[in-house]
């Protein structure tokens, strides 16, 4: 099992950045991929990025984020980050950090389904 806390959410302005942390703990994530999805009201939870943690370059992105959020790990402190800029209205949403061995080689870092650590999430508000 992996305990995921997330941390960094809060109201912001449209344009504005943010950073979100996630503390991962309880075994090592050698073998790990992580990821951050969001879940908007009245939305089902949508594929944010992910990271395979043996190997940092190897980074994905959803379609709806990519060039402006940036995910990163942090071996050494068990921490990864989503770095977003230019955000958007659209971008509000509870963001949640996930993590499990997830196969290399297929897309299933896109599917909730493929993650079975979970942290309680944090709460993205960008106003216009």
């Known amino acids: 099992q992996v305990q995921l806390v997330e941390s960094g959410g809060g109201l912001v302005q449209a344009g504005d950045s943010l950073r979100l942390s996630c503390a991962a703990s309880?075994?090592?994530?050698?073998?790990?991929?992580l990821g951050w999805f969001r879940q908007a009201p009245g939305k089902e939870r949508e594929f944010v990025a992910a990271v395979r943690w043996w190997n940092p370059d190897l980074t994905y992105y959803g379609d709806s984020v990519k060039g402006r959020f940036t995910i990163s790990g942090d071996n050494a402190k068990n921490m990864v980050y989503l770095q977003m800029n230019s955000l958007k209205p659209e971008d509000t949403a509870v963001y949640y950090c996930?993590?499990?061995?997830?196969?290399?080689?297929?897309?299933?870092?896109?599917?909730?389904?493929?993650?079975?650590?979970w942290g309680q999430g944090t709460q993205v508000t960008v106003s216009s």
């Open positions: 996930a993590a499990d061995r997830v196969s290399y080689g297929s897309d299933r870092y896109l599917r909730q389904s493929s993650y079975g650590n």
């Open positions: 309880g075994r090592s994530l050698s073998s790990y991929t």
